[in-house]
DNA sequence: CCCTTAATTAAGTGATTACTACAATACACT
DNA sequence: AGTGTATTGTAGTAATCACTTAATTAAGGG
């Protein structure tokens, strides 16, 4: 259930959409394998790779198996990325900030060109 | 930018140790490659992976790369999780819902062996 | 111009991935 | 037991990955 397995997992564009189909509800092996242009042994293996970074679970019901979402493996995930946004937009916003309070003086106010009061 | 390379950059721990580094502020490349067991020459591949996914960005000052976080790529990732997860929370709840309401009736009503009522 | 520093690119290697076709398992119905 | 259905396991293969060392580009200073 690491990090280095949920993403790996999720970078598999079919199993991203077997998640997706997976969002409506638990679905057979079968039922997730119909769409699909690809063998029932491949999404079988793609399943397995789920289910080791613990992004699903699978249960018998006589010959199928069941699919269903893990929602605790998501919740990390979602968490990590969040928390590396957050940071980073805190920082963009303070420094957006920062460069808000201390433009104002840029130029035409201390150019040397303009200061010579030369006339008295 | 796409997804598949998001996720695929977020895979590997050493790519996400980078962006942990990076949370805290911009980074030259040398600097993101000291601490790391690596060459400079993988971290400078680890970058690569990391700009083609969206990730980061990279400037040059004098003979230095500077690397900078990309907020977007992260919202975006951070978005697709957190709507798996959102939507799938969601379900689970009003599947308790329902559960707390309906458990009370369950067999026993409608077995067919025991309504041959021949009592008569 | 030559040398150092910072970083990237190129080539090569061993490990892993995604797929297919075929074989094996598990359960239900007769 | 024997057949059909749902699913998983097992080679085998072509492609991709993470890494190393060696060569290359680019900027600055003598």
Same mark, same amino acid.
């Given at each position: 259930m690491s990090m280095d397995h949920v993403f790996a997992a999720l970078a598999d564009p079919t199993r991203r959409a077997i998640i997706d189909r997976l969002r409506g509800g638990d679905k057979t092996a079968g039922e997730l394998a119909e769409?699909?242009?690809?063998?029932r042994s491949a999404v079988s293996q793609h399943l397995k790779v789920l289910e080791t970074a613990g992004l699903i679970t699978r249960s018998k019901s006589a010959q199928q198996r069941i699919v269903a979402l893990n929602a605790d493996a998501l919740t990390e995930a979602a968490g990590w990325l969040q928390a590396a946004h957050d940071e980073w937009q805190q920082r963009f916003d303070s420094l957006d900030r920062i460069l808000a309070e201390e433009v104002? %003086?840029? %130029?035409? %106010? %201390?150019d040397p060109s303009t200061t010579d009061r030369t006339a008295d």
């Open positions: 769409p699909l242009p690809i063998s104002p %003086t840029d %130029t035409s %106010t %201390t």
